[in-house]
């Protein structure tokens, strides 16, 4: 079955000292953790996202009237990260691999099946 | 009630977890075994066959396997033939061939912990047990459409989100099995608080106390599933004494000892020393301990505190909840005047709106000769809106005062 990993980090955890640190030692753990799983051909695809102050969000209401919004589209205090699309048997090691994913203190990561055609 | 109701309960567990693992679909799983058995008051005219579970696998499993050939011919809407009962050959044929045992898998899909604790002990009770849906919603307290939208929505989890049916690996076992014990308890909790309802809801902690005892034969080396199948045991011993002859809550202590379910007794203290020799100790192993020791009364005659407020020490370590805290004071005040158990009572706060919070302040605020104390604290019980044993309890005590 096909997971999305979804990664969710508090607002503002790569800020203040050692922020930076922290960030570079996440990302080289991804890499380290995406280079694991594209060589056993778990890993679909998968990215990084940019701060969550360079999204925009297409809103459509009534009628399909469309309004363009500065930000994410929902003000919460975890904001989506970045992603993994993993191919796994199912649902167990889906988790066992979602548990492998480095996050900084109260990160969450959300295992979503992906609807399959 | 089924006319063979026993035999098909007790077969129940493991036709339905064969059909499940064998479909890969609960749902129809449970249709089929739902035929079966209706098939079977119809082929057993008399009595039940020599093995009950052998004819109802192999009945229910032709039922889904015709079931889903008709959900993949649907579309063509042709009308379809009444389903043909086994013949006694094919009955006598099916008693020889074994039932794969799947029952571990069943449980560990039931309990995933992908599941919200409410849903598990719900759908385990539905799908292990067979409880009938308009039962779970009383024993939840729930409206019956809440309770199969809870039930339904969690069959969907585990098929939509890949819930694999096996059992779990190795180094993910203490987690899953941490999952099991916590869907029971939350099964148990329902069953226990039953108690003053008694009647038709007093069934509901007989399943519990059968799954608690199929869990203990499926899983014999972890000793906190044997504790809280022990635990469960001890309390419902205790059952029929809970309740006097106006309806009101009788604590273990008062409880007439000649009223005691033996041997659930036994059957409990049987189950609590294979525990301790697996030697590996837990919070179930320790509350089934003091459950025991609350039992030992009928035979020595008084419940020995002492022991009872040191398991409770060695408990508010690994397990600090509200109930332990509370429980502990109690245990304190009979070893150690009612002073030290208000002492106890008064390390915790917060807890002002809970109900055996205040019936234990007032029981122990009595004790120590407290009068106003005790009288504000069942006051404030009572406000609480107690189930009616315990409100029947609570005002005759005050009464007392």
Same mark, same amino acid.
């Given at each position: 079955?096909?997971?999305?990993?979804?990664?969710?980090?508090?607002?503002?955890?790569?800020?203040?000292?050692?922020?930076?640190?922290?960030?570079?030692?996440?990302?080289?753990?991804?890499?380290?953790?995406?280079?694991?799983?594209?060589?056993?051909?778990?890993?679909?695809?998968?990215?990084?996202?940019?701060?969550?102050? #360079?999204? #925009? #969000?297409?809103? #459509?209401?009534?009628?399909?009237?469309?309004?363009?919004?500065?930000?994410?589209?929902?003000?919460?205090?975890?904001?989506?990260?970045?992603?993994?699309?993993?191919?796994?048997?199912?649902?167990?090691?889906?988790?066992?691999?979602?548990?492998?994913?480095?996050?900084?203190?109260?990160?969450?990561?959300?295992?979503?099946?992906?609807?399959?055609? | 009630?089924?006319?063979?109701?026993?035999?098909?309960?007790?077969?129940?567990?493991?036709?339905?977890?064969?059909?499940?693992?064998?479909?890969?679909?609960?749902?129809?799983?449970?249709?089929?075994?739902?035929?079966?058995?209706?098939?079977?008051?119809?082929?057993?005219?008399?009595?039940?066959?020599?093995?009950?579970?052998?004819?109802?696998?192999?009945?229910?499993?032709?039922?889904?396997?015709?079931?889903?050939?008709?959900?993949?011919?649907?579309?063509?809407?042709?009308?379809?033939?009444?389903?043909?009962?086994?013949?006694?050959?094919?009955?006598?044929?099916?008693?020889?061939?074994?039932?794969?045992?799947?029952?571990?898998?069943?449980?560990?899909?039931?309990?995933?912990?992908?599941?919200?604790?409410?849903?598990?002990?719900?759908?385990?009770?539905?799908?292990?047990?067979?409880?009938?849906?308009?039962?779970?919603?009383?024993?939840?307290?729930?409206?019956?459409?809440?309770?199969?939208?809870?039930?339904?929505?969690?069959?969907?989890?585990?098929?939509?989100?890949?819930?694999?049916?096996?059992?779990?690996?190795?180094?993910?076992?203490?987690?899953?099995?941490?999952?099991?014990?916590?869907?029971?308890?939350?099964?148990?909790?329902?069953?226990?608080?039953?108690?003053?309802?008694?009647?038709?809801?007093?069934?509901?902690?007989?399943?519990?106390?059968?799954?608690?005892?199929?869990?203990?034969?499926?899983?014999?080396?972890?000793?906190?599933?044997?504790?809280?199948?022990?635990?469960?045991?001890?309390?419902?011993?205790?059952?029929?004494?809970?309740?006097?002859?106006?309806?009101?809550?009788?604590?273990?202590?008062?409880?007439?000892?000649?009223?005691?379910?033996?041997?659930?007794?036994?059957?409990?203290?049987?189950?609590?020393?294979?525990?301790?020799?697996?030697?590996?100790?837990?919070?179930?192993?320790?509350?089934?301990?003091?459950?025991?020791?609350?039992?030992?009364?009928?035979?020595?005659?008084?419940?020995?505190?002492?022991?009872?407020?040191?398991?409770?020490?060695?408990?508010?370590?690994?397990?600090?909840?509200?109930?332990?805290?509370?429980?502990?004071?109690?245990?304190?005040?009979?070893?150690?005047?009612?002073?030290?158990?208000?002492?106890?009572?008064?390390?915790?706060?917060?807890?002002?709106?809970?109900?055996?919070?205040?019936?234990?302040?007032?029981?122990?605020?009595?004790?120590?000769?407290?009068?106003?104390?005790?009288?504000?604290?069942?006051?404030?019980?009572?406000?609480?809106?107690?189930?009616?044993?315990?409100?029947?309890?609570?005002?005759?005590?005050?009464?007392?005062?």
């Amino acid at each position: 079955m096909q997971y999305m990993i979804l990664i969710y980090e508090p607002e503002g955890c790569y800020d203040g000292d050692g922020g930076q640190a922290a960030l570079q030692d996440i990302v080289a753990r991804h890499m380290a953790l995406a280079g694991e799983l594209r060589a056993a051909g778990i890993q679909q695809e998968g990215a990084g996202l940019q701060g969550v102050e #360079t999204a #925009t #969000t297409v809103v #459509t209401g009534a009628g399909g009237k469309q309004t363009i919004h500065d930000g994410p589209f929902a003000e919460t205090r975890e904001h989506l990260g970045g992603y993994y699309v993993i191919d796994v048997p199912d649902l167990d090691a889906a988790l066992a691999m979602a548990r492998r994913v480095p996050v900084m203190e109260g990160g969450k990561v959300e295992v979503r099946p992906l609807i399959v055609h | 009630m089924h006319r063979f109701g026993a035999a098909i309960a007790e077969a129940r567990p493991r036709v339905v977890a064969a059909l499940a693992a064998r479909l890969r679909d609960l749902d129809l799983a449970e249709d089929a075994f739902s035929g079966a058995c209706a098939a079977a008051l119809v082929a057993w005219p008399n009595q039940p066959p020599r093995d009950p579970g052998a004819w109802l696998w192999r009945a229910a499993l032709r039922r889904a396997i015709d079931a889903k050939r008709r959900a993949a011919t649907r579309s063509r809407a042709v009308l379809d033939a009444p389903e043909p009962l086994p013949t006694p050959e094919e009955a006598l044929m099916a008693a020889d061939q074994p039932i794969p045992d799947e029952r571990l898998k069943l449980i560990f899909v039931c309990c995933h912990p992908a599941l919200a604790p409410d849903s598990r002990a719900a759908l385990t009770l539905k799908v292990v047990c067979g409880l009938a849906t308009d039962r779970l919603a009383r024993a939840f307290f729930m409206a019956e459409p809440a309770m199969l939208q809870r039930i339904t929505r969690a069959k969907k989890k585990i098929a939509g989100a890949g819930v694999p049916f096996e059992v779990p690996a190795r180094d993910a076992w203490p987690e899953r099995v941490e999952a099991v014990l916590t869907t029971l308890e939350v099964a148990y909790a329902q069953a226990y608080e039953d108690a003053a309802l008694a009647g038709e809801t007093a069934g509901f902690a007989a399943e519990v106390l059968r799954l608690s005892g199929l869990l203990a034969e499926l899983m014999p080396d972890e000793p906190e599933v044997l504790g809280l199948a022990a635990l469960v045991r001890f309390a419902e011993a205790r059952r029929p004494a809970r309740l006097d002859a106006f309806g009101a809550m009788v604590p273990p202590p008062e409880q007439d000892i000649a009223l005691w379910t033996r041997s659930l007794v036994a059957d409990g203290a049987r189950l609590l020393d294979r525990a301790a020799a697996l030697r590996r100790s837990g919070p179930r192993q320790i509350l089934a301990t003091i459950h025991a020791t609350h039992c030992g009364r009928a035979e020595t005659g008084r419940t020995d505190w002492a022991i009872i407020a040191a398991l409770y020490d060695v408990l508010a370590d690994i397990r600090p909840h509200a109930a332990t805290v509370v429980n502990r004071a109690v245990a304190i005040g009979e070893t150690r005047g009612a002073d030290a158990g208000l002492a106890a009572l008064a390390a915790v706060q917060g807890m002002d709106d809970w109900l055996p919070y205040q019936a234990a302040r007032a029981a122990l605020s009595a004790r120590a000769g407290r009068r106003d104390d005790a009288r504000a604290a069942y006051d404030a019980a009572l406000a609480l809106r107690p189930a009616p044993a315990e409100r029947l309890y609570l005002e005759a005590r005050r009464r007392s005062l």
